[in-house]
């Protein structure tokens, strides 16, 4: 074969090739759907969302789902300030409800849920050891003047411990109360910075169990008061205020979300490493 019918059969091979390849298109070569997440940071430390996220896009392999994590207050801003987000999850009900008020989301559906513990030194110089009354152990923090670390940055987390000592009673202030300058961080540095500081703080469970071998001072103090309840909720953006929201992929994933199947997941996810989940299933539920 001289080198012009080689090169003519080879243009020739190239060609077939193409048109073969051209009518066999896998579902990796399909145009990939986008949703855009913008979550409160515990879930996202914990593993849990990226769980549900993993398993969501297992099934819908034409679907990415890209998350952002930030504290509550600045997940709101970020979903605001940045038309592609598509939903949020975050955990503090008076943030949401003014997120909704003001028509950029359209409404709060429970998903998840678990709770805050206050924890502080084992040798517990407030004497707030087996209260139940966070009420009562927060006022005796105070008197005590005993150090106690906050995040500061209007997170869920920092709303709620806000919240506890506005019931108390108390505008904490003083040298005692310190605001955790990278407190924006998230729990997880601020529950270790406070272990080094061998102070008090209100935390998430998910984040003390997720952490509990690499803490050396503090401990749990009191636990399982009501007012404690950490509720993780859905918010979908609203696309009349956010024209690139992608309303309908949203609406799919918060579908799945909220089914048997992600509950279920949910439900059993931690178990396996922490002998307790971190997280409990709250679809459907009047409390949130």
């Known amino acids: 074969m001289n080198l ?5 059969v080879a243009v020739c091979l190239v060609a077939v090739a193409a048109v073969l390849s051209a009518g066999c298109v896998t579902t990796e070569d399909a145009p990939r759907q986008v949703i855009s997440l913008s979550s409160t940071i515990g879930p996202v430390d914990a593993g849990m969302i990226p769980a549900l996220e993993d398993a969501y896009m297992e099934k819908n ?8 994590k930030a504290g509550t207050g600045a997940t709101i801003d970020t979903a605001k300030t940045n038309d592609i987000v598509d939903l949020v999850i975050v955990h503090a009900k008076s943030l949401e409800e003014q997120f909704v008020a003001d028509g950029w989301g359209t409404e709060r ?3 998840m849920y678990n709770d805050y513990v206050l924890m502080g030194p084992a040798d517990d110089p407030a004497g707030v050891k087996g209260m139940t009354d966070i009420t009562e152990a927060l006022e005796a923090i105070e008197d005590t003047q005993s150090h106690f670390v906050s995040r500061g940055d209007n997170s ?9 000592w506005t019931a108390a009673g108390i505008t904490p202030s003083g040298s005692w109360y310190e605001i955790y300058e990278k407190g924006a961080s998230g729990n997880g540095p601020t529950l270790m910075y ?3 500081e061998d ?3 209100v935390m ?6 997720t952490k509990k071998e690499s803490l050396k001072n503090i401990v749990i103090l009191v636990e399982k008061d009501e007012r404690m309840l950490n509720f993780i ?3 979908p953006c609203n696309p009349e205020k956010m024209p690139k929201v992608d309303a309908e992929g949203a609406e799919e994933f918060i579908n799945w979300l909220v089914s048997d199947e992600a509950q279920k997941i949910i439900a059993e996810f931690g178990v396996d490493k922490y002998g307790e989940p971190l997280f409990f299933p709250n679809a459907g539920s009047d409390v949130f």
Request: hydrophobic letters at 40%.
């Open 109 to 111: 559906i429970p998903l």
């Open 61 to 68: 392999p034409n679907v990415v789902i890209r998350h952002i």
């Open 194 to 196: 406070t272990d080094a």
């Open 4 to 8: 012009k019918k080689f090169a003519l």
């Open 204 to 209: 998430d469970r998910a984040t003390y169990l």
């Open 233 to 235: 909720n859905i918010i």
């Open 199 to 201: 102070a008090y703080t």
């Open 156 to 164: 869920g987390t920092n709303v709620k411990e806000k919240e506890l």
